[in-house]
């Protein structure tokens, strides 16, 4: 299994930009999916956007396609989420997460703790 650590997160005007890091230990992250949710205060996690294991294929939520862009590096054994042209309704604790059963029908084996974009208007 393995651990994940986010970072990036901070305080943006609407409009700007952040990216997002999730740093994965163990020696098998390139078998894993990898996915990012996030949790506003008082909504259910959502999905944000996932990849597959080889980066070959990416999926996004309707509310951020357009805007953010997954990647992975699997070298680094790290995956971004790239935002741009965040909104208030972004505002959101993101977390990482990361599946053995693939892209689609993406199942979280394991979570990070999350970290906290605020997207002022």
């Known amino acids: 299994q393995v651990q994940l650590v986010e970072s990036g997160g901070g305080l943006v005007q609407a409009g700007g930009s952040l990216r997002l890091s999730c740093a994965a230990s163990?020696?098998?992250?390139?078998?894993?999916?990898m996915a990012w949710f996030r949790q506003a205060p008082g909504k259910q996690r959502e999905f944000v956007a996932s990849i597959s294991w080889n980066g070959g294929s990416t999926y996004y939520s309707n509310s951020v396609k357009g805007r953010f862009t997954i990647s992975r590096d699997n070298a680094k054994n790290t995956v971004l989420l790239q935002m741009n042209s965040l909104k208030p309704e972004d505002t959101a604790v993101y977390f990482c997460a990361a599946s053995r059963s693939g892209v689609l029908g993406f199942t979280a084996d394991s979570w990070g703790r999350g970290t906290q974009v605020t997207v002022s208007s």
């Open positions: 163990g020696r098998t992250f390139s078998s894993y999916a």
